[in-house]
């Protein structure tokens, strides 16, 4: 069955650096999605992209923060600049489109980011 | 996108139905519900979603009523690993992003 894979599974990193979060989408999906969920919190939506630009973005997602699809299997978040409160896990999700699509996002298994 | 309301926790014995309940009283004709589980820390799982009518497949059942303002989800046999937090969703099917409340955490009991 077709899957959403992130990488790095877990990436600790000193305060200040940069930072990029690799997805790759299921292979005929055009919908693209980052959360992320801080520890015991809700998960929380961070941007959505379509047709190769950011269709929509939540407060959270901040100039810090950008998403890129490079090429045509990967999506990537960057965090430019990681401060403490970016520890969290992070969610990739994707979703297909068309007449036969029902709206369902599918999502990866989480990159966790660990900020000291 | 309507909003949902669901109890905040909801314990199951072992081997019994769980029937997780969700009020959407706003919902509008044309949104879905949706209902994602979430084990521990990975990522949401999607389960089921319906429009009006009730769906059934291998992991759980949906009941919407008649008016659509609530719904229900139904794992018939619940297992150790159905121990998850729980959440209903609505939505226009071409909506953009999904809205995740705090859901129903559900423990299911041996």
């Known amino acids: 069955e077709p899957e959403v894979t992130q990488t790095p599974s877990h990436q600790v990193t000193q305060m200040g650096q940069e930072v990029i979060l690799r997805c790759v989408p299921i292979?005929?999906?055009?919908?693209f999605y980052w959360y992320r969920q801080i520890l015991g919190q809700k998960v929380e939506f961070l941007v959505s992209?379509?047709?190769?630009?950011?269709?929509?973005k939540s407060e959270i997602f901040d100039d810090q923060f950008s998403v890129e699809r490079p090429d045509g299997s990967n999506f990537t978040l960057k965090i430019r600049s990681t401060k403490l409160e970016d520890s969290a896990m992070y969610f990739c999700?994707?979703?297909?489109?068309?007449?036969?699509?029902?709206?369902?996002?599918?999502f990866g298994e989480g990159s966790r980011l660990t900020v000291l | 996108d309507a909003k949902t309301t669901q109890p905040t926790s909801m314990d199951c014995a072992e081997g019994r139905a769980a029937n997780l309940p969700c009020n959407h009283s706003t919902i509008s004709g044309n949104e879905y519900v949706y209902w994602y589980r979430q084990i521990h820390s990975q990522g949401p799982q999607y389960i089921i979603h319906g429009l009006k009518n009730n769906e059934t497949n291998e992991m759980a059942s949906l009941i919407i009523t008649e008016d659509r303002k609530s719904s229900t989800l139904i794992l018939p046999h619940a297992t150790l690993r159905d121990t998850a937090v729980y959440y209903c969703?609505?939505?226009?099917?071409?909506?953009?992003?999904?809205?995740f409340g705090t859901g129903t955490s559900l423990t299911v009991i041996p």
């Open positions: 292979s005929n999906h055009l919908y």
């Open positions: 969703i609505v939505r226009f099917r071409t909506g953009n992003q999904f809205y």
């Open positions: 992209f379509y047709n190769n630009e950011i269709s929509e």
């Open positions: 999700a994707s979703r297909g489109t068309g007449a036969s699509n029902t709206g369902e996002l599918f």
